[in-house]
């Protein structure tokens, strides 16, 4: 049924009324601009800026006859980071304009970002905290769901331990409550919790990480513009993160070859210069191809490869394995393709690559990402501008939930769980190490990395016996997450009935409540938490920069921010002051005790110096807020005025102090920079030697003015003392920094002198590596899938032997020999990716009356041949079954998108279930305006051999006409 948003004729009236009574011609081009969104042309040429406003009007009063005053805040869908000027009058949010000012989204919205407005309404949001009684929803109070709820968890703690509760952070928290909801966690006494970032970067953080030092995008969306050859890989820009494109539209305007890589013709590919289809999961064997024509031709970097890298010669024998007969074999891509890729990259230099979940969602996404890797380093493209490997992250704030929040495996800043970390923190919190270490099971435990968020099923249904943690999972709270982002949702209703507990926090009831209304009568309980425009905090882009969001309007209905949740629950489970022993918490607009948002940011500087949030204090981001119009949109620096010099959004690293005043790092390991103006090298985090090789840069290379002119290991005070820079920090820092080393000095002293002062970087200057030799492959190798449509090609390149990782014993190569012939079955490839109305699991976007208008129905895109194989046309409806057992009823689409034997899914819908809609399990008044099938209630089995990784993006199915 066709959604329409009415709209009465004085709501019209009052939106065209701003501050002025006529129509200036810049209101008129502003509006024009919102109209045109991000397909519009831009006005002039010479800054890629849109004709915009000359001040930021934040928080300052528009019209003072009317009341009417204007909030900043960033967009909460994709990680582009767009910025946003809400326009709130007694308190409701009564429209909204793009920000012209800001030099990322450049007064453009996608149709997401132009109808964020909405949340602001909320008419299907979850409005008060309810339970299910007998299978049927019913409200209560806050006090009866902090009573409850606590007691029940406080009950399995007490019977089995902090190990039983599994907590599901969110990607959408801000970076203070992520980071919050970590600490929380750590002070249950647990690493049992995650979030999104598992499911969709996790494979990239871990790989690239490994390659040279940071697991983040190196350069930024506007930097592409100086980009002369862009690849995409397993992205769809276009449609996963539209205002990207600006930027990539722009470098093409100005010559820059686009080639996009994809099993499917996406609207990206329509945007490109060169469209190449390639099958599902066989990036790596491309990659060597592609490197083989450039070492064969010598278009490699030979300097660049002689001083800045470690073990290519490693990689070289890969490389040569990979004939063009073999690569086209196993890819389908035929050789003058490949060598066209190599051709464009090598000779359009610098060129960047750009991939997403198309690459990273497979059982060797780790060593997909890495291959992606080694070949930006083969080409000398790493650490200069227009280069680099722009990974395009997913949810608004997945970035910063990585880097400060709940990740099983580590503690805020990446600084992992062994006990010098938990000490280092301890420090930062103000709590005794021994009282932490007491709120866990054991000491093993608190340095056991936790179950991933993509396993919590196997947490709750494997024999205990087998799992290396004392007991099941007995509770689950989703704060925060879609459950049908999660594959094996067959199996996951299965595990939602074993629970005792199941908890949402989310401003919306989520896939969660329907899913385990279907199958239980009680245990469930839905928390209303309010959206990040009803709270204010901070949130870091795909590029690293960080922005601050102003608080819109008043929480709605019944809910509460997530952090006054979390100091709510804090105290009824003992540990509140210990929570916010540092944190000031006063009363807020209800009466509820909020703990200070910018206090928690304070401490995130305090703790936080390996990926350099010690600078980015909320004074700084705050004015960069209001004075976006003086960054340019294209180097991301300031040119004058109060920000003279910084990078817009002081992209981490922000090294040092906030008063130290380094300006962020807008593209990492960039050599020609001095430290201090952003410059920098790859990190020293794996030794100095390896069998006899230096791990260190090489004599000559380091970043421009530094003392030492080449290669050093990372900074402590052993090595300041013997540089004889010791007596250059104060009495003060030197007793802070005995016996400690740049990351745990938490005057900051370390990293001041040897950045300011002389001209390095803390964490040393090392070589990258093309060999990780703590992974399953340190060269990367193309590995099947566990679930190939090829077993003569399992047989060639079977995947990993099994094994047990993160707490669980995980099937790799048993399982692909029991379904090694199971395509005979289940011919076809089955992938999911995004689509630009929706986001996420979907269920906010879909709530939405204004983007359900857009897309109503879930579908599945199918070849011709595909269709007419399964006797089914165009727009009829179609049974898409897998080996799960799990059949999902979609409209067909049939389409040239999609080559014969894949079919292509959306994975943002949820609501239906086999068949059947689920409306009656939803909350009266919370249920999302359009459902369908979710495409992971038929996903299977299948993780990385690093990070437990889902693979979504290659699996089998089949096609029956319904």
């Given at each position: 049924?066709?959604?329409k948003?009415?709209?009465s004729?004085?709501?019209?009236g009052?939106a065209?009324?701003?501050?002025a009574?006529m ?13 045109s969104a ?6 002039g040429?010479?800054?890629g ?9 934040t ?8 009341g009417?005053?204007v909030?900043?805040t960033v ?11 809400a326009?709130?009058k ?11 000012d ?18 602001g309404?909320g008419?299907?949001r979850l409005?008060y ?5 007998d299978?049927?929803?019913k ?15 406080l009950k ?25 909801l ?5 002070m249950?006494g647990?690493n049992?919790?995650?979030h ?8 990239t953080?871990?790989?690239v ?11 930024s ?9 862009i690849?995409?890989?397993g992205s ?13 539209l722009?470098?093409?305007?100005s010559?820059?070859?686009?080639i ?12 490109a ?11 790596i064997p491309?990659i060597y191809?592609v ?6 031709n ?10 800045r ?8 024998k890969e ?9 086209e ?5 035929p050789?003058?393709q490949?060598h066209m ?13 750009v ?50 929040g709940?990740?099983?495996?580590s503690?805020p800043?990446?600084y992992?769980?062994?006990e010098?970390?938990?000490k280092?923190?301890?420090?930062v919190?103000?709590v005794?190490y ?14 056991r ?32 997450h879609a459950?049908n982002?999660l594959?094996r ?5 299965e595990?939602m ?8 926090i989310?401003?919306?009831?989520s ?6 209304a ?13 959206t ?6 901070s949130c ?5 920069s ?13 809910s ?23 944190i ?8 509820w ?10 401490e ?8 350099g949030y ?8 705050k004015?960069h ?10 180097t ?9 010099g910084?990078?817009f959004?002081l992209p981490?690293?922000?090294?040092g ?7 962020g ?5 960039d050599?020609?920079?001095p430290v201090m ?13 390896r ?5 260190l ?5 380091y ?6 002119k080449?290669?050093h ?10 540089l004889?820079w ?14 400690k080393?740049?990351k ?5 002293g ?6 300011k ?9 090392a ?5 990780v030799?703590?992974f ?27 094994k047990?990782f993160w707490r669980?014993?995980?099937?790799f190569k ?6 090694k012939?199971?395509s005979?079955e ?11 109305e929706?986001e996420?699991?979907g269920?906010?976007t879909r ?6 208008e ?23 409806w ?7 057992g799990a ?5 067909a689409?049939?389409t040239h998108?999609?080559p014969?034997?894949?079919v ?8 239906h279930?086999?068949?059947?809609d689920?409306?009656p399990?939803y ?9 369908g ?9 299948g993780?990385d ?8 993006k290659t699996?089998?199915?089949r096609?029956?006409?319904a």
């Open positions: 049924m066709l959604t948003k009415r709209v004729n004085s709501t019209v009052s065209r009324s701003l501050s009574p129509l200036s011609r810049r209101e008129f081009l502003k509006r024009a601009g919102l109209a991000a397909g519009a042309t831009f006005l040429t010479g800054s800026r849109w004709v915009a406003p000359a001040e930021a009007q928080a300052q009063t528009v019209n003072p006859a009317s009417e005053v909030r900043r967009c909460t869908h994709c990680s582009v980071g767009c910025a946003i000027d326009v709130v007694n308190g409701v949010w009564i429209r909204q304009e793009p920000v012209f800001s030099p990322i989204n450049l007064g453009s919205h996608c149709a997401k970002g132009a109808s964020v407005r909405e949340h309404h008419e299907h409005k905290p309810m339970k299910l009684v299978g049927k929803w409200r209560i109070s806050w006090q009866e769901a902090l009573d409850e709820v606590s007691a029940r968890l399995l703690r007490e019977q089995f331990g902090p190990d039983s509760v599994y907590w599901v952070g969110s990607s959408k928290h801000s970076n203070e409550q992520a980071y919050l970590r600490k929380f966690v750590s249950w647990t049992n919790c995650d999104q970032a598992r499911i969709c970067h996790s494979t953080v871990a790989g990480a490994n390659t040279w030092g940071y697991g983040a995008m190196t350069n969306y506007n930097d592409m513009q100086f980009s002369k050859a690849l995409f890989i769809n820009a276009a449609e996963a993160h539209p205002v990207s494109l600006l930027h990539v722009h470098a093409k305007e010559g820059a070859k686009i996009v890589v994809d099993p499917r013709f996406t609207r990206t590919a329509a945007k210069d060169y469209f190449v289809r390639i099958r599902s999961g066989s990036d491309l191809g490197l083989r024509h450039i070492f064969a010598g278009w490699e970097d030979k300097k660049f490869i002689a001083d890298v470690y073990g290519m010669d490693e990689v070289l490389i040569e394995y990979w004939t063009p007969q073999r690569v074999e196993v890819t389908g891509v050789d003058d490949v890729i190599a051709k464009v990259m090598a000779e359009n230099r610098p060129s960047t690559v991939w997403c979940m198309g690459q990273t969602q497979h059982t060797i996404g780790n060593a997909i990402v890495r291959a992606m890797c080694i070949l930006q380093l083969a080409l000398g493209n790493v650490g200069v501008s227009g280069g680099g490997t722009n990974i395009f992250r997913g949810h608004d704030n997945v970035q910063g939930a990585t880097d400060v709940p990740n099983p495996d503690l800043g990446y992992g769980i062994a010098g970390s938990w280092h923190w301890c420090r919190w103000g005794d021994e009282w932490m270490k007491a709120r866990f099971a054991s000491k093993e435990l608190m340095e990395p936790g179950i991933t968020v993509s396993r919590w099923i196997d947490g709750v249904m494997e024999d205990p016996a087998k799992m290396d943690q004392p007991t099941n999972l007995k509770a689950v709270v989703f704060w925060g459950p982002s594959s949702g067959k199996e996951m209703v595990a009935k074993r629970l005792d507990t199941l908890v949402v989310d401003p919306y009831p896939a969660t409540a329907a899913m385990a279907m199958v239980r009568k009680d245990g469930v309980y839905l928390l209303p938490a309010a990040q425009f009803e709270t204010e905090g870091t882009a795909s590029n690293r960080v922005q601050w969001r102003e608080k819109v309007i008043e929480p709605l209905f019944e509460q921010p997530d952090h006054v949740i979390m100091y709510a629950f804090a105290k009824k489970f003992g540990f509140a002051n210990e929570l916010c022993k540092n000031k918490v006063t009363k807020n607009a209800r009466g005790e909020e703990p200070d948002v910018e206090d928690i940011l304070r995130i500087n305090r703790g936080t110096w390996t990926i010690s600078g980015i204090s909320p004074e700084r981001i004015r807020m209001k004075y976006m119009h003086t960054f340019d949109v294209k991301l620096r300031a040119n004058g005025g109060p920000c003279d910084e990078y959004g981490w690293p922000c090294w102090t906030p008063e130290m005043k380094h300006p790092t807008p593209n990492l390991y050599t020609s920079k103006e952003g410059g920098g090298c790859f990190r020293a985090n794996f030794g100095v030697e069998n006899g090789v230096s791990l840069a090489a004599e000559g290379s970043p421009k003015g530094a003392d030492i080449g290669g290991p990372e900074f402590d005070d052993k090595l300041l003392k013997q004889g010791w007596d250059e920090l104060t009495e003060a820092e030197k007793q802070a920094a005995e016996g080393n740049w745990t000095d938490l005057s900051g370390i990293i001041r002198v040897v950045m002062n002389h001209g390095c970087l803390p964490y040393g200057n070589r990258a590596r093309a060999v030799w703590n399953p492959d340190p060269v990367p190798k193309h590995r099947e899938p566990i679930y190939s449509p090829r077993p003569d090609l399992v047989e060639k390149y079977p995947t990993h032997e099994d047990k669980l014993p995980t099937l048993t399982l692909q020999q029991q379904v012939e199971i005979k289940y011919p076809i490839i089955m992938t999911s990716g995004r689509m630009v929706y996420g699991g269920e906010e709530s939405n009356p204004w983007l359900a857009l897309q109503q129905e879930m579908y599945v895109e199918v070849n011709p041949r595909d269709a007419n194989n399964a006797n089914v046309r165009h727009g009829e179609v049974w898409v079954e897998t080996p799960t059949r999902i009823k979609v409209k689409r049939v998108r999609v014969p034997g894949t292509f899914l959306p994975f943002h819908f949820s609501g279930w086999m068949g059947q689920m409306l399990f909350p009266e008044g919370a249920h999302p305006i359009v459902r099938e979710a495409v992971n209630t038929a996903t299977t089995y993780y051999v690093v990070t437990m990784m889902q693979e979504t699996t089998l199915c096609l029956k006409k």
